[in-house]
Every structure is written in C-alpha cells, then in structure tokens.
C-alpha cells in the first residue's frame, strides 16, 4: 500500500541549529516514523546542516535531498521556480509514501523554508495534513552557551532578520528588551555600528556553527576588531543584545 490509511501527511520536524544531541525525542521519532525525510540542500550539492543532523538518526537510504535556491536573494522567479520544483518533488513522494518528513535548522515556525514548501504542497495536495514538531532555535542554544539571558519579568523580546537590512535592527535596539538578529554575517559591520550607537555592547554575544567542530561564540564587542582584521562571519550568525538589567528582579 503506498499511503496511509488517513492520508498524506507532512511533518515539518525542527533539528535544531546543529548539535545533534539538542533534536528532541518527539524530532526523532517523527523522522524515524516518516517513510521519506527531505532535507533541503543547496544547488552546489553540498551536505547541508540539517541533512548532516538527521544522518544521526535515519539512514541515508531514507533520507531525500530536495534542491532549494537558498541563497538566493535577489531573483524573486528564479527563487519561486524552486519552490515550485521542490513542492512538486515533495508531492509525488507524498502521494507514493504518505507520510513525508522535511528537515529544517531551528524550529519550522521560525524563519523557515518549510513554510513556502508547506504551502506549495497544499495546493498540490489540498488533502494533505501538515504538522509541525517544534525545534530548539539558534537564540536558545547561543543564550545556553553564551550565557546570555534572553528574558526577565516583564522585558519584551524582539527577533529580527538582518537580511531586512539594519535599519529593523537600529529601531529594535532602541526598545527596553532583549534583542536577537539573525542571519547578519553580511551586515556584521553595520550591526555593530548599530549596537555601538545604541549603548548596546555590553553584555551582547554572537555565535556562528552553534554545536559543530567550527563553533564560535565571541563578546560583541569584539565584531568590529574581528572585521578589522578581515574576518568574515558566516551568514547564519546569531547576535544576542540583552535587555539593560540594573538590579535583581528589577523588571517584575
């Protein structure tokens, strides 16, 4: 039988942002459940960090590499065109397997290709049930190493994309929170300008390759010396700002 007695099913499954071990029980064994798991993989054909996360727990046999355009920035139909072929691929493996998993870094509600997949494939296959298993995202696991506390009390916490440009940063950094910026390895110099100009240094910490070989997890206040010695941060940096605290418990 191909499908299951319910009918398709897509489980978009979090595997955090690359350590192996923070993918939880409920991750594993829906990958282990599925009878396909995608992971998305760039055009070079490179293994990317969720496929090298899930090789921990399901055979390569099982595992289906979808090409995504995901450093594709600038060409809007050429970005579409592969989601368009990725849904599609996703489709057919759905109506031969019935339940299909898709591999995403972090959490799939957060910043994730699975959305623009999730919503290809429903129109595809409009009889399909999409689910989620929630992922330990990058924030989480830098504050963890990092030592950074995202919140207290009552404090606000603000995530933003800094592919959206710094100006989103600027406007976060003037709030009363904590504030986290992803993806700004491209923007690294006009994010600690930012930071700089808000009095926002102190106490700030990023990381790039959080749980792999090549992990790197510095104060903020070292970006601008790491640039100025012609360092280049990985794309998938993650900068933690904490809120300014002055006393224990102050902002309860």
């Not at 904590?178 to 930012?194: D, I, N, P, Q, S």
């Not at 090549?214 to 900068?239: C, K």
Request: glycine letters at 12%; charged letters at 25%; aromatic letters at 4%.
């Amino acid at each position: 039988m191909n499908s299951t007695d319910s009918g398709p099913r897509l489980i978009g499954v979090g595997v955090g942002p690359g350590d192996p071990d923070l993918v939880t029980l409920k991750g594993v064994k829906a990958l282990r459940s599925a009878r396909v798991v995608i992971v998305p993989v760039m055009e070079d054909g490179g293994t990317g960090r969720a496929e090298a996360t899930v090789l921990h727990y399901v055979s390569r046999e099982r595992v289906e590499r979808v090409v995504f355009a995901l450093n594709e920035r600038s060409d809007r139909a050429r970005r579409e065109a592969a989601w368009d072929a990725a849904g599609e691929r996703v489709a057919e493996l759905l109506r031969a397997h019935g339940t299909v998993a898709f591999a995403t870094i972090g959490d799939p509600n957060v910043y994730s290709t699975f959305t623009y997949l999730a919503q290809t494939v429903g129109a595809l296959v409009p009889e399909t049930v999409v689910e989620t298993v929630p992922g330990i995202t990058a924030m989480q696991d830098l504050a963890a190493r990092g030592g950074a506390v995202l919140t207290e009390g009552t404090e606000p916490l603000t995530l933003v994309p800094v592919t959206a440009g710094s100006a989103v940063l600027r406007e976060a950094l003037q709030g009363p929170g904590t504030v986290v910026a992803y993806k700004f390895g491209r923007l690294a110099g006009e994010v600690a300008e930012a930071l700089r100009a808000s009095g926002r240094l102190e106490g700030a910490v990023w990381g790039s390759s959080l749980g792999l070989p090549e992990e790197s997890i510095r104060p903020a206040s070292e970006l601008e010396a790491e640039l100025a010695a012609g360092g280049a941060l990985p794309y998938l940096s993650t900068l933690i700002a904490p809120a300014r605290r002055d006393r224990r418990g102050g902002k309860l």
